[in-house]
């Protein structure tokens, strides 16, 4: 159990550049969640895979969001034309079967827009 | 709408005393789970303590443990026996089993901990 791998852990860019963030979630668990999290507020839910699939995208997650998960392993979160207001941390999470089974978190990719 | 509320933006206790931070929700379901995560600085979410609603007793990791008063939807996280590395932001989260059988959280603002020794 290697835990999630977020990469990379700070981002700056300007506004209305896109960028691109990876997360490599723990091997064996078929979930993967993103979240986001602004300045002194809990995570917010972005967005469910279920292996490949994607099964539920927040209203958060605007059409300059796409989230993919290509062969049911690693998972990428591209936002387009950024904007200040994007500035964040992007927490990816992965899980097994559902019940009790807790969500493990990556370190988080920090995104500074300026 | 679920929610998650968490009353104490922050908190200080002396080492080794034991401190309480507060969660209460509010939900429809009768189905649910409640969790507790830590994130120190480094910004990392680590998990502490699950308690599921039909759960008899309250839950229990270590040094952790939930009190769980069902009919307040309450479940205040203890922590006995304070260390200074538990000095970090601790966020109250619930799932509903419901949810399309993944777990979606809804975390609360979190409370902001700091040990003093």
């Known amino acids: 159990d290697t835990g999630v791998s977020q990469n990379p852990r700070h981002k700056i860019t300007k506004r209305g550049q896109n960028v691109t963030f990876r997360c490599d979630p723990i091997?064996?668990?078929?979930?993967l969640y993103w979240y986001r999290q602004t300045l002194g507020q809990g995570p917010e839910f972005l967005t469910y895979f279920q292996n490949e699939a994607q099964l539920e995208k927040s209203r958060l997650l605007s059409d300059r969001f796409s989230a993919e998960r290509p062969k049911g392993s690693f998972s990428t979160l591209e936002i387009q034309r950024t904007e200040q207001g994007d500035s964040a941390m992007y927490l990816c999470?992965?899980?097994?079967?559902?019940?009790?089974?807790?969500?493990?978190f990556g370190n988080g990719t920090r995104l500074t827009v300026t | 709408a679920q929610k998650i509320t968490q009353t104490q933006p922050g908190m200080f206790v002396q080492e080794k005393e034991a401190v309480t931070l507060d969660c209460t929700y509010d939900t429809s379901d009768p189905s649910y789970g409640l969790f507790w995560y830590k994130q120190p600085s480094s910004g990392e979410m680590i998990f502490l303590i699950y308690?599921?609603?039909?759960?008899?007793q309250n839950a229990t990791e270590g040094r952790y443990s939930l009190n769980f008063q069902k009919a307040r939807k309450s479940a205040n996280l203890v922590i006995s026996a304070s260390q200074l590395g538990d000095s970090a932001m601790y966020f109250c989260a619930m799932r509903e089993l419901e949810s399309g059988g993944y777990n979606k959280l809804i975390f609360g603002a979190g409370t902001r901990l700091a040990v003093h020794p």
């Open positions: 999470a992965s899980s097994r079967a559902p019940g009790d089974s807790p969500l493990h």
């Open positions: 091997s064996e668990h078929n979930r």
């Open positions: 308690q599921g609603s039909y759960d008899q």
